[in-house]
């Protein structure tokens, strides 16, 4: 089993920068792809970005592209995402999600919210 806890969500003015953690705990990680998502109300959830663990292969969603950068840190079992070039539009929760290759991305953090306004 598997637990992800995101953090560093927060309110941040148009234009601003935000990074977003989120630090596996539970078992050793092995999962083939570590993900990004977001939720914002009224709409359905949204690919952010993706890293595989162990190549550290990278892959964005086309709102996010050339604004946002998804990194980790082996050693810290910890996954990051820069994102800057804020616009109100990227207010949602965002949610961190592990895929092990067997059913998709099966374990996922509690979401930390991001709120992008003046």
């Known amino acids: 089993q598997v637990q992800l806890v995101e953090s560093g969500g927060g309110l941040v003015q148009p234009g601003g920068s935000l990074r977003l953690s989120c630090a596996a705990s539970?078992?050793?990680?092995?999962?083939?792809?570590m993900g990004w998502f977001r939720q914002a109300p009224g709409k359905e959830r949204e690919f952010v970005a993706s890293i595989s663990w162990s190549g550290g292969s990278t892959y964005y969603g086309d709102s996010v592209k050339g604004r946002f950068t998804v990194s980790r840190d082996n050693a810290k079992n910890t996954v990051y995402l820069q994102m800057n070039s804020l616009k109100p539009e990227d207010t949602a929760v965002y949610y961190c999600?592990?895929?092990?290759?067997?059913?998709?991305?099966?374990?996922w953090g509690q979401g930390t919210q991001v709120t992008v306004s003046s």
């Open positions: 999600a592990a895929d092990f290759g067997s059913n998709g991305f099966e374990y």
């Open positions: 539970g078992r050793t990680l092995s999962s083939y792809i």
